[in-house]
């Protein structure tokens, strides 16, 4: 699914939290000439979910969706993170048993398996339902109530809005004070514990490690009882705080929240491929592209006392430029990557073929169709293999049965 980058600011204001640090911080936000307030997208769940429900999609459930494409906050840049990212996604609607809470990680933990990340960690936690959310929260406000002294700023004012926040602080001071709060897991209805048991024994079952982590509460409002992330360890390459690949959870009341239906179910992930990137870049598991064929168109060279006309040269300089395109469609139609030099006006006739030789070699190219005045005349191609620097005459059928049969060079 495709939504658009730009999106009516309350879809985001009204479902990530006012308090969030998204919301917060981070929008980029605008009014159009309409008076309209819109926002670039910061992430993909609120816009699909604006678009499922003002397509009606829920009326066919259940829907499983995977998105990809821009997202934009204004944060400051680090290692992997970027105030325009690249983000890869799912989201499943319609189904409401913890089953399919299984069946969502299991799928982020192969996507992540087959990208070669097998050095990630499964983090998990329940938030429970909205009960036992609100029971925490009593319980979490009057134990941080007594030691507001040492918070930090934005933990303080989180205080009155989300004191659930608080559990996702970076900040020192803030951490020193977590160690001793209430667990959320003391305060579950007995239905979320169960449901929790059921997501943790099958994870086991399907031999997915996973590490129950008290006070993972992602980030934005609309997440309930499951929360999960994919963690790498102190990775150079991204920084001691920057170890999140992969991050999801529920969200069960979002559709609703938004104007739509009650009752329809929501759980999703999404990971960020500028920090996958950085991970998997010395892993090599992209296919090195093929290597391309270069066609040459190479002009006519004066010769000691030749009188051809500016005209003269034109003409045949156009049909050669012609009959090397067509050269060029053929090759692409057979599967076989090719490159047409085009000439280059600051070196001379004399010049054009050894330069564009040069130039054939720096692109890994195999070979080289050389196309003249000569070649035109007497109907053949000049095919330059430059791995072992022969070269022999070849009609166009010729050259394309043995590049296709030529060791090493791959079809797209």
């Known amino acids: 699914v495709t939504t658009p980058i730009l999106e009516y600011s309350q879809v985001f204001e009204r479902t990530l939290g006012d308090d969030s640090d998204v919301v917060g911080k981070e929008l980029y936000s605008f009014e159009d000439k309409g008076g309209s307030r819109l926002t670039m997208r910061p992430e993909g769940t609120a816009g699909i979910t604006r678009a499922l429900i003002s397509q009606k999609l829920y009326n066919d459930l259940p829907q499983k969706y995977y998105y990809h494409g821009p997202m934009f906050r204004h944060e400051r840049p680090q290692k992997g993170r970027l105030r325009q990212f690249e983000q890869f996604g799912v989201e499943v609607y319609g189904q409401g048993h913890a089953s399919s809470d299984v069946e969502t990680i299991e799928l982020a933990s192969e996507f992540l398996k087959s990208i070669g990340l097998t050095n990630t960690t499964l983090e998990i936690n329940s938030l429970g339902d909205s009960q036992s959310r609100q029971n925490y929260r009593t319980a979490l406000k009057d134990y941080l109530l007594q030691h507001v002294g040492g918070l930090s700023q934005d933990s303080v004012n989180r205080l009155s809005t989300n004191p659930l926040r608080i559990l996702d602080s970076k900040s020192p001071q803030d951490i020193d004070i977590l160690q ?38 992602r980030g934005l409002d609309y997440y309930q009882d499951t929360v999960f992330e994919f963690k790498v360890s102190d990775s150079p390459l991204l920084g001691a705080q920057q170890g999140t690949v ?167």
Not at 197 to 217: D, G, H, K, M
């Open 246 to 412: 992969l991050a999801g959870g529920r969200y069960d009341g979002l559709v609703e929240k938004m104007g739509g239906p009650t009752g329809v179910s929501s759980i999703g992930w999404a990971a960020g491929l500028e920090r996958l990137s950085l991970l998997v870049g010395g892993l090599q598991l992209v296919p090195e592209p093929a290597r391309p064929v270069a066609v040459i168109p190479v002009p006519d060279r004066p010769t000691s006392g030749s009188r051809s006309s500016p005209v003269e040269s034109a003409t045949s300089l156009t049909r050669i430029h012609k009959e090397a395109l067509t050269i060029c469609g053929a090759l692409r139609e057979q599967g076989i990557r090719t490159e047409f030099m085009h000439l280059t006006q600051t070196v001379s006739a004399k010049s054009q073929l050894p330069k564009q030789l040069a130039r054939a070699s720096k692109l890994n190219a195999s070979h080289a169709v050389i196309v003249g005045t000569t070649e035109i005349q007497e109907g053949v191609l000049t095919v330059k293999d430059l791995d072992k620097s022969t070269q022999q005459k070849s009609s166009l059928q010729e050259m394309v049965q043995k590049l296709r049969a030529e060791k090493g060079l791959k079809l797209l």
């Open 180 to 217: 001793d709060c209430p667990v959320l897991s003391d305060y579950l209805s007995q239905a979320s514990r169960d449901r929790f048991s059921f997501i943790t024994e099958t994870l086991s079952a399907l031999q997915i490690p996973y590490v129950i982590n008290p006070r993972l509460v």
